[in-house]
């Protein structure tokens, strides 16, 4: 298993809905993020609107690839999108930018 | 068990020393760190010198005074803050800015 991490960039004005909206995920979204293989996700927002995500899977790639074929990733993605900038043509699920880890201790 | 999100800023033109004095981290660092209740703890960096750790502990501003209490941190942090910018007079430990997790996903 594999960690990642990623930033996007929410609108500063439309924070406090995206957080909002985030309290009440569709379960069935829920469902298939875990059914794809995202495992221990969990999305911060900083005080300007940066995003940073930490997701654990055995392969990122293997699990976006996955929940990009399902219809209820294609719902969610359409209607979160206007919560960000820079994101081109591109959907909020295909912007992402992976950062590199650099150090990590298990702990107990 | 809680989760923890935080940024720092790495000097651009010191990132790959950072880097690399990551993957080297001293053994009575890490032993430290676990000993204080530091757990699967992950430090990313962005190609900008965005530096963005992640942490599981059950009270993180516990596990942070219990760090700063040891010997080793102080050495540790001495050593590390010319990395990093914004930090004024604190320590990189003491200038963390932590983020609001906004959502989270067990997974299986």
Same mark, same amino acid.
Request: net charge negative; with cysteine; hydrophobic share 45%.
């Given at each position: ?34 059914? %794809? ?32 074929? %399902? ?28 950062? %590199? ?8």
């Amino acid at each position: 298993m594999a960690r990642y991490c990623f930033c996007l960039q929410v609108k500063p004005e439309r924070m406090a809905e995206y957080a909002e909206r985030h309290r009440a995920v569709w379960p069935e979204m829920r469902q298939a993020l875990t059914d %794809t293989g995202w495992r221990n996700y969990s999305l911060f927002l900083r005080d300007d609107g940066l995003l940073i995500g930490y997701v654990e899977a055995d392969d990122l790639a293997a699990a976006q690839a996955a929940m990009a074929r %399902t219809e209820v990733n294609a719902r969610w993605q359409a209607e979160m999108a206007e919560f960000f900038t820079g994101l081109e043509e591109r959907g909020p699920d295909e912007g992402f930018q992976l950062l %590199t880890e650099v150090f990590h201790l298990e702990g107990k």
